[in-house]
């Protein structure tokens, strides 16, 4: 696979994968596994990362704006988006900690692909657990600071490949009690942060390296994961509540399965 057909291929998984609850990190295996293709590099991952970032950002915008002046001005009309701003911030705080301690192993990337696969599985019982136990249907409105420190905690299994960060946060949600809809909507926004900051650690890494990159290969990556993310982030909350978490968690199983015949 030419560096073209690569880099629009996993612009197209990165910009799926991301917001789906399936495992990015999974997924980015499959072109080395399959084709025998080489990594596109870090200035790739930055790129990819941008693109979903700009989408969920440009999806989210009205919300974003309202949270923002919600912080800015004491409007008791905002008062819903202040605690939605201070809930994502509280949730974000785990994760970032998490990268600290662990940052060593993860800038080493010490996986296996069984590893990753026993990973995947285990995550995708887990949100299987969570999605059928559900006993409750609370929306954002009812969600707590506990609550939100929760989804927070959970979120930083993620770090584990093969786990999924909207997956993690999804099953800690719905373990919580919030609805399908509203579990995946805060788990996209409480993306934003998390995406951001891998995007900045990636950034720093970066300019400790002497990086030879193709704006092509960048800008199609850049560009293909923005827009499958847009339209994923679109379509999953529009029909989540109509077809589950099911279809994921048997993708999930498949795909590990697959990936243990591999090895």
Not at 42 to 70: C, P
Not at 134 to 146: D, E, F, I
Not at 149 to 160: D, E, K, N, P, S
Not at 166 to 193: H, Q, V
Request: charge should be positive; include cysteine.
């Amino acid at each position: 696979m030419n560096d073209i057909l690569l880099s629009l291929f996993l612009g197209i998984v990165q910009g799926l994968t991301e917001f789906l609850p399936i495992s990015s990190s999974a997924h980015l295996l499959l072109p080395s596994l399959i084709f025998g293709s080489n990594d596109l590099g870090l200035s790739f991952d930055i790129a990819v990362h941008a693109g979903t970032l700009v989408a969920v950002i440009y999806f989210f915008r009205k919300e974003i704006v309202l949270m923002t002046r919600s912080i800015l001005i004491n409007d008791d009309s905002l008062i819903a988006h202040r605690k939605l701003a201070i809930y994502l911030i509280v949730a974000t705080i785990p994760v970032i900690f998490a990268g600290l301690i662990f940052s060593n192993l993860i800038e080493q990337r010490i996986f296996s692909i069984s590893s990753i696969a026993i990973s995947n599985l285990f995550f995708a019982v887990i949100l299987l657990f969570a999605f059928l136990t559900r006993k409750s249907n609370k929306n954002l409105l009812q969600l707590t600071l506990y609550g939100a420190l929760f989804i927070g905690i959970v979120q930083c299994f993620a770090l584990i490949p093969g786990a999924s960060r909207s997956g993690t946060a999804i099953t800690a949600a719905l373990l919580i009690g919030m609805n399908l809809k509203d579990s995946s909507k805060f788990s996209f926004l409480l993306g934003i942060p998390t995406i951001l900051g891998a995007l900045v650690l990636l950034i720093i890494e970066i300019q400790t390296l002497d990086i030879i990159y193709n704006p092509i290969n960048l800008f199609i990556g850049f560009f293909v994961s923005m827009i499958f993310a847009f339209f994923t982030i679109k379509l999953f909350l529009n029909f989540v509540e109509k077809i589950g978490m099911i279809p994921f968690v048997t993708y999930r199983i498949c795909l590990a399965v697959f990936l243990l015949l591999l090895i």
